[in-house]
């Protein structure tokens, strides 16, 4: 930890591929900054990511990273986390990734509530694959793989947190730059499982959920009496189709998080002195 870290510090060599104006570039910029406000620094932070637009974020970082498969950056997140407890992990995911293949998975992080950030790039498309339906697209969304739309409705990420047991649930918007930052700070500072669902606009292949609908249409709970931990206060708010909310929507902050509830606090990425020989050589193969 250092309180001596700029956002920059996170910036890797390598520049982003993303189409000009995607709003993955706001996204990453708020998870730097976050990171930095929050007294990490690059040695100590561990990024994972999945597949799609957001997949190659942890090349985009200065960082530890793991570019994992379609899906599976949750369970990677969770194995590093509880291996070494003193890392900061992030895990970075689109809606395609995290709410489709993925699914499982996060329902189960969400339970578990392992002490690390979650923040899922969420542009109602599959943008990588050329703009499919996405789980978090409309219903009447018309695209080259449904002409009439998908005629299903779409996945409530919020709601599938809130009924598995999350412990903090947000909401966040790319381009509201100092606001998205705040909240993904909160999300690290949380003590459990941290999930920001992050309105990140596709500039190419969705030209419904644009960045001026979000500009026009979000509420930010700041503005309102909302209490976060209040759980019906936030189940409504949720199951609310007519309006679209930014902020932290529910937070349980007495909830304890897995590692306190097994007792899990040792860095188990460390081999201990007097450790048998061959357990030692069996830990090096993975080196």
Known sequence: MSSDVRFTDFKSDKQPTWCPGCGDFGTMNGMMKALANTGNDPDNTFVVAGIGCSGKIGTYMHSYALHGVHGRALPVGTGVKLANPNLEVMVAGGDGDGYSIGVGHFIHAVRRNVDMSYVVMDNRIYGLTKGQASPTSREDFETSTTPEGPKQPPVNPLALALSAGATFI??????????????????????????????????????????????????????????????????????????EYQGVLYQNEDAASYEQAHGLTENMAEIPDGAPDDATDLVREFY
């Open 170 to 243: 947000a909401q966040s918007f790319s381009s509201d730059a100092m606001r998205h930052a705040e909240i993904v700070q909160e999300a690290i500072e949380h003590d459990g499982f941290g999930f920001v669902n992050v309105f990140s606009p596709c500039v190419t292949f969705n030209d419904v959920d644009t960045y001026d609908y979000f500009r026009d249409s979000l509420v930010d709970v700041e503005d309102t009496d909302h209490d976060r931990t209040d759980y019906d206060a936030a189940k409504d708010l949720i199951l609310d189709m007519d309006k």
